[in-house]
């Protein structure tokens, strides 16, 4: 089955499910994406080392010559199956239009959470022949599921099965964490962009609150970029490791005790799933698509209400006071996260697009 799989962007979670389906007998995997044009010492060739790839540029993603070439792509590949990401790129929706390939199936992923904006409301009208040229949508959990239904997609075209994450590469940080000298981290991890839609304000405000009323506070980790870097400069106990590379993760998950994210949105957040995957506790907010699947209150975690400071404080105090309760939550955390992993990603992405090729 020759699969072209056109994404949305290079990361090290997808990159190794890739390479988890492209070792796979019967499989021939092209993963296509439009170069990213970003400020950062992000190295997509070398998070894609073993995935058999191919990339145009990003001014390429809105233009009727950047459909011409992905077309090239796809018939030099004499792809069964084509996925595309949404309708994130125009030349994306004018390949599945494409009347030279109309006898290739498509299926398409999406993460977008039902939220019943004017958008969402007009979206049927805006992209409704896209969604019906479709053979299956494949969404990562339960909201996205929503609005795929929301949209007129029939149910028995979705699928969740959109995302995975390099799980045996994080699992034994679970095990390593309780044997390392000092015991378990005493330490508060967060990953992200330092961004308005990451709240990372929010976090700050909760944190500083949570030193106040805790006796020998965690530290706060930070690892990201953005244009909140500013606000993380001079604060008392917070840590900021601006960015850092994939490979480079697992040690800074291996040095924290919990993971904190306080996104006001946040589709369906890997970080939380890598999190648990590593064995970690998740504090996050109810925006956190992910954690409908992956936290469970006073379980393997606690979600909190957005964008709310003394909820999000709370939530770290009652951390703080279940210290030695967090190796249980995070061996929990693992077994939500086993599911996600790039082997059961790459199990249901061979067994859906064989139904289409079918």
């Known amino acids: 089955m020759r699969v072209a799989i056109c994404w949305g962007g290079v990361s090290g979670y997808m990159a190794a499910c890739w390479r988890a389906l492209a070792a796979r007998q019967g499989i021939d995997l092209l993963v296509f994406n439009f170069q990213r044009q970003i400020d950062t010492a992000f190295n997509d060739e070398q998070v894609m080392a073993g995935v058999p790839h191919a990339t145009l540029p990003i001014d390429q993603a809105d233009s009727a010559a950047g459909a011409t070439a992905l077309r090239k792509i796809i018939l030099d590949h004499k792809a069964d199956v084509v996925s595309l990401s949404g309708w994130i790129h125009p030349a994306y929706v004018e390949v599945a239009r494409d009347p ?17 904006t004017w958008r969402q409301k007009l979206a049927r009208l805006k992209i409704g022949s896209y969604l019906d040229r479709m053979s299956r949508v494949i969404v990562p959990g339960e909201r996205a599921w929503q609005l795929a239904k929301y949209l007129g997609v029939p149910e028995e075209k979705i699928r969740r099965a959109m995302y995975g994450v390099d799980y045996h590469e994080l699992q ?16 508060f991890l967060f990953i992200g962009r330092y961004a308005q839609e990451k709240r990372v304000d929010v976090l700050l405000d909760a944190y500083a609150k949570y030193r106040t009323q805790a006796q020998d506070p965690f530290p706060l980790t930070c690892c990201g970029m953005g244009p909140m870097k500013h606000l993380l400069a ?3 106990g917070v840590e ?6 994939p490979a480079e993760m697992p040690r800074n998950m291996l040095n924290a005790g919990a993971l904190v994210l306080s996104s006001e949105y946040d589709p369906w957040p890997l970080v939380v799933v890598e999190a648990c995957a590593a064995g970690l506790p998740v504090v996050c907010t109810e925006a956190c698509g992910s954690a409908v699947e992956l936290v469970r209150n006073d379980y393997s975690g606690m979600t909190v209400a957005t964008a709310n400071v003394d909820a999000l404080a709370a939530a770290m105090r009652w951390v703080h006071d279940r210290h030695a309760q ?10 939500f996260a086993a599911a996600y992993s790039a082997q ?8 859906i697009l064989g139904e289409v090729v079918r």
């Open 100 to 116: 030279a390939l109309a006898k290739i199936p498509f299926v398409m992923v999406m993460d977008t959470p039902l939220r019943r």
């Open 172 to 187: 034994p940080l679970h095990a390593q964490r309780i044997n390392r000298g000092g015991g378990w981290p005493r330490r």
């Open 234 to 236: 001079g604060r008392e």
């Open 240 to 245: 900021d490791l601006g960015f850092v590379q």
């Open 326 to 335: 967090l190796p249980e939550m995070g061996a929990r955390a693992q077994q």
């Open 344 to 351: 059961a990603w790459a199990d249901r992405w061979e067994r």
